[in-house]
């Protein structure tokens, strides 16, 4: 099944919902891919033993991986968190994540500052550019179990919006224009420019921040049934 996205509305109801336009207005991968945002479909039964998600951190030098569980019933102050992840912000470093059971959705900013909605469910793994705003938040299965990857040792550190004067901020900006086609058919990006403020950012520490060093799928930890999410 292929990666399903779309253009969101902007009703104030449950963000679990799945907020499609009426008409519906879906997003190719080729647009995402405009944006930045990559896809991989794998076989998350077998993650462990899969060459092709091998490959894919050999590649990449994803060299950091965990297993993350959200889940409505196990995870104290479920609501508040949901709340939390769904503040839009953006990263200094991509977002990697592969669903290996449940769904979720990652919502991202395109061109024109329009959400679009990603909706993953298990063996999607998805990369969100450093500098893109984004937010996440589950669906209303409320569960969702997920790999998380990165380069060297994870920082997880998000600058809620807006943060438009981080350098890579503007990298991504300029990849996005240059991405959409000639100058004169560019749509500008009309983002807040405030002065940047560490007061917007926040770091929480994974309680685990050293899981999953070693290359080695086998290295999975992190695996309990209420293992908090920490990072958005
Ligand atoms: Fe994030």
Excluded: C
């Excluded at 998600?53 to 968190?81: A, F, V």
């Excluded at 959400?115 to 996440?136: E, N, Q, V």
């Excluded at 685990?208 to 049934?225: I, K, M, Y």
């Amino acid at each position: 099944m292929a990666l399903e996205a779309w253009y969101m509305d902007s009703s104030d109801e449950d963000q679990r919902k799945p907020h499609r336009l009426r008409p519906h207005q879906p997003v190719s991968l080729d647009e995402l891919k405009k944006l930045g945002v990559f896809h991989w479909r794998l076989d998350a039964d077998h993650f462990d033993s899969d060459p092709e998600l091998r490959k894919i951190r050999e590649e990449r030098g994803y060299s950091y991986m965990d297993i993350i569980t959200i889940q409505k019933d196990t995870l104290p102050n479920y609501e508040e968190k949901l709340k939390m992840f769904y503040e839009e912000h953006l990263h200094l470093d991509d977002e990697i994540r592969y669903i290996l059971d449940g769904q979720a959705y990652f919502d991202v900013r395109d061109k024109e500052d329009r959400w679009i909605r990603i909706s993953m469910s298990k063996g999607d793994l998805i990369t969100l550019p450093a500098g893109i705003y984004h937010r996440f938040t589950l669906d209303e299965t409320n569960y969702t179990k997920a790999m998380r990857l990165f380069v060297g040792e994870p920082v997880w550190k998000a600058y809620n919006r807006p943060a438009d004067d981080f350098e890579i901020r503007q990298k991504v900006q300029r990849t996005v224009q240059d991405r959409a086609g000639p100058p004169d058919q560019r749509i500008q990006y009309t983002g807040l420019k405030p002065p940047l403020t560490m007061l917007n950012s926040r770091t929480v520490e994974s309680p685990t921040p050293l899981a999953g060093l070693s290359f080695s799928a086998q290295a999975v930890t992190g695996d309990e049934p209420n293992y908090i999410y920490p990072e958005r």
